[in-house]
């Protein structure tokens, strides 16, 4: 039996602010359209980013979630997606936990 493969936004504010973006002028619109796609992609392939090194791990990510496994997409124009696995025995469901521009990726992941 293949498992479901769901994708979900870390909480409500989250989803708003995605949505948000395709209310808003052209490049927010532009990267709704990105993330949109990254989210069919990581329904296709919970695995089709890069995961990225416990010691890499910010620990807010930690703290405020109990992450035990941080993804990275990368989205054009340097925008990031970060996101986390969880599974059981029959679903699998991807957290999506912030999205952000290069500089402020780096900054959350003390680069």
């Known amino acids: 039996m293949r498992k479901e493969i769901f994708v979900a936004f870390i909480d409500e504010k989250l989803k708003k602010d995605f949505e948000a973006l395709n209310e808003s002028k052209f490049e927010d619109k ?7 796609r990254a989210m069919d992609d990581i329904k296709n392939n919970p695995i089709c980013g890069t995961r ?12 405020d979630y109990a992450i035990t496994n ?42």
Do not use: C
């Not at 990225?52 to 703290?63: D, E, R, T, V």
């Open 70 to 111: 941080l993804w990275k997409y990368d989205l054009p124009n340097s925008w990031r997606l970060v996101y986390t696995i969880e599974a059981t025995e029959v679903k699998i469901v991807n957290m999506i936990l912030e999205w952000f521009d290069h500089k402020n990726y780096e900054r959350r992941f003390s680069y």
């Open 30 to 36: 532009q990267l709704y359209g990105f993330i949109d």
């Open 52 to 63: 990225l090194k416990k010691k890499q791990w910010p620990k807010k990510y930690i703290l």
